[in-house]
T-cell receptor, first 118, second 115 residues
Framework: GAGVSQTPSNKVTEKGKYVELRCDPI?????LYWYRQSLGQGPEFLIY????????DSGLPNDRFFAVRPEGSVSTLKIQRTERGDSAVYLC????????????????FGPGTRLTVL | AQKVTQAQTEISVVEKEDVTLDCVYE???????LFWYKQPPSGELVFLIR??????QNEISGRYSWNFQKSTSSFNFTITASQVVDSAVYFC????????????FGQGTRLTINP
């Protein structure tokens, strides 16, 4: 399968712990997005990468959240000192490019990681 | 700032009925894109359609049709002759030019098609 993959599919942790969520985008996709979907809500934008750099991190809720994409492919979303309010499904999406051709900008979503903070 | 509102939280209909999902958006940008996504129980968001702000022509794809009206800032989605497989949560979303295709989603409408 050549879709976006995310690991783990489920993560249960205790309040105060550190977690890492991984996203493997579609091969060749330069743009990568992280969204957070709380129960009963639509996804909310967190951060966007173009290549290795975070081009827009305006959606990160606070400095406990951080994301990297060191080689321009796999990305890791890191959450420090987790809180119960961080419980949500974290979605990753990738697209071929951004704004060069709108047809190339379709975002393909992964299945998400369900994070539960006890 | 952009905002998308889907006032219908849940809709339940009997199979073969037509159903319309409402979407109202807010943006000050003149160039923007509107989307509909389907989220089945598996959780993965499935792209259905994208429209740009300069194209108000309605679109039909099989049993699906979309009505875009800038005058009312609405982008409604109609399923005709609904089927049980249409049961899912449907999201309307908006992105603006220069916004790196950052999607702003509505709250979603849970559609249940009963046999």
């Amino acid at each position: 399968g050549a879709g976006v993959s995310q690991t783990p599919s489920n993560k249960v942790t205790e309040k105060g712990k550190y977690v890492e969520l991984r996203c493997d985008p579609i091969s060749g996709h330069t743009a990568l997005y992280w969204y957070r979907q709380s129960l009963g809500q639509g996804p909310e934008f967190l951060i966007y990468f173009q290549g290795t750099g975070a081009a827009d991190d305006s959606g990160l809720p606070n400095d406990r959240f951080f994301a990297v994409r060191p080689e321009g492919s796999v990305s890791t979303l890191k959450i420090q000192r987790t809180e119960r309010g961080d419980s949500a499904v974290y979605l990753c999406a990738s697209s071929l490019t951004v704004w060069e051709r709108i047809e190339d900008d379709e975002q393909f979503f992964g299945p998400g990681t369900r994070l539960t903070v006890l | 700032a952009q905002k998308v509102t889907q006032a219908q939280t849940e809709i339940s209909v009997v199979e073969k009925e037509d159903v319309t999902l409402d979407c109202v958006y807010e943006t000050r940008d003149t160039t923007y894109y509107l989307f509909w996504y389907k989220q089945p129980p598996s959780g993965e968001l499935v792209f259905l359609i994208r429209r740009n702000s300069f194209d108000e022509q309605n679109e039909i794809s099989g049993r699906y049709s979309w009505n875009f009206q800038k005058s009312t800032s609405s982008f409604n989605f109609t399923i005709t002759a609904s089927q049980v497989v249409d049961s899912a949560v449907y999201f309307c979303a908006l992105s603006v030019m220069g916004g790196a295709q950052k999607l702003v989603f509505g709250q979603g409408t849970r559609l249940t098609i009963n046999p």
